[in-house]
């Protein structure tokens, strides 16, 4: 799949890709500035971590997901980060 960088340094990031990745308009990208290839990550609010747990603690069942840190979350849903030597977390 391709895309074109614009003179003004724009790409449109594909359907198919936005779909899949459940990107929206307003949503915000981070890039990697260490990575030797592009890589982005959507940048998920601290708020939204906070709504998150609130809104779990309403509900009849708890979830004891809604308990953890955004980075406890993370590791718990993923598994902990294994990083190359010499790279920071």
């Given at each position: ?35 030797p ?50 790279e920071?977390?």
């Amino acid at each position: 799949m391709k895309a074109t960088l614009t003179s003004k340094g724009q790409l449109t990031i594909p359907i198919e890709i936005r779909r899949r990745l459940n990107l929206k308009a307003g949503h915000v990208l981070e890039f990697d500035e260490s990575s030797p290839f592009l890589k982005a990550s959507r940048v998920i609010a601290p708020e939204a971590w906070d709504q998150f747990r609130a809104e779990s603690k309403k509900e009849s069942i708890k979830n004891p997901l809604a308990q953890l840190s955004s980075k406890e979350f993370l590791e718990e849903i993923r598994g902990p980060v294994s990083l190359p030597p010499g790279e920071n977390q």
